[in-house]
């Protein structure tokens, strides 16, 4: 059977998948494209990221597809039901991707907590002329030991966040409509195991509370964080969205740096991808990657081992 991962897989899932038996095509096919590469190459299995979409038209007009598989967790780009509906199995790879994205939401939080964002757009400019302003200007950092970390959505990803966060030294305060609490196990290099159980709590109390706010949601109707929550926030939090573009209204984002409110800002995500509004990019208060939060080579060698296995599983 033919398995067409169109936005990639890592070698070692196209290793198992041919040594179970199965021809991968590793091609990337522009969307418009996509239902006569599969009809005409009997694609059974379709894997994809973010960037492909897999609607009711293209399901309906390929017959051959068994499997479709997100290498990943969110499936919004996924009409998953109507899938399922029609017979063919809709798996993704929800653990694989959360550490990557874990520390990439820290990676974040310390380059603007120390403004590395910006140093290191100046130094190559301005370092050997304007040594002791840019020291000056940059002088006034924070430490996040001692803070507290707000994280809205506890779920996996989320989940993964709070534990680097209490390896930090961080008070951790989480809200999730689904999930009373959960029980965090650190492992550290030598055996050793620490156990922490974090209860949530309301959402409105951890925005008023948190020094440090991480987004772990699906994609949602309507923004998560808007206007109104921004309103209740402490001055000078760090916000971090390493979910999905749309849960964060941007123009009221703008607005809240430009007050003072928000002291600093991480978007992985973006309403307009792969397109970000130019106020995005160019802000001075934004650290920014290109979705980029699963993008570790660990990363992508689980997914692609994992959707091998599943994949292998299903068909046998």
């Not at 290099?189 to 991480?214: C, M, P, R, W, Y």
Request: some cysteine.
């Amino acid at each position: 059977m033919k398995v067409l991962a169109n936005d990639g897989i890592s070698n070692t899932g196209k290793e198992a998948l041919e040594k179970g038996g199965y021809d991968v095509i590793t091609t990337t096919v522009a969307q418009e494209q996509l239902i006569n590469y599969i009809n005409d190459k009997k694609i059974g299995v379709l894997l994809v990221r973010s960037a492909t979409k897999v609607r009711k038209d293209l399901i309906d007009a390929c017959p051959t597809i068994k499997i479709i598989g997100r290498g990943g967790v969110g499936m919004d780009n996924i009409d998953v039901d109507y899938a399922k509906s029609k017979g063919i199995h809709v798996i993704n790879t929800p653990a694989s991707s959360s550490h990557s994205v874990a520390e990439l939401v820290f990676a974040h939080f310390y380059g603007l907590a120390r403004f590395l964002h910006n140093s290191n757009r100046d130094m190559p400019l301005e370092g050997d002329a304007n040594f002791n302003k840019l020291k000056k200007a940059y002088a006034n950092g924070v430490e996040l030991k001692g803070k507290t970390l707000g994280v809205l959505g506890f779920g996996r990803i989320g989940q993964a966040t709070a534990k680097v966060a209490l390896g930090v030294g961080m008070r951790v305060i989480a809200f999730d409509p689904f999930i009373d609490k959960a029980n965090l196990e650190l492992d550290f290099f030598d055996g050793q195991k620490v156990n922490f159980e974090i209860k949530t709590i309301s959402k409105n109390e951890v925005l008023k509370q948190a020094d440090f706010i991480t987004l772990h949601v699906p994609a949602q109707k309507e923004y998560v964080i808007g206007k109104a929550e921004f309103k209740m926030m402490k001055d000078g939090v760090i916000l971090a969205n390493a979910a999905r573009g749309g849960v964060v209204d941007e123009v009221a984002l703008i607005n809240a740096i430009e007050s003072g409110k928000i002291a600093g800002a991480a978007l992985d995500v973006f309403e307009n991808e792969p397109k970000p509004e130019i106020q995005l990019l160019m802000n001075a208060s934004l650290s920014l990657t290109p979705h980029t939060g699963a993008a570790t080579n660990e990363a992508q060698d689980r997914i692609g081992t994992e959707l091998a296995e599943q994949i292998i599983s299903i068909l046998g």
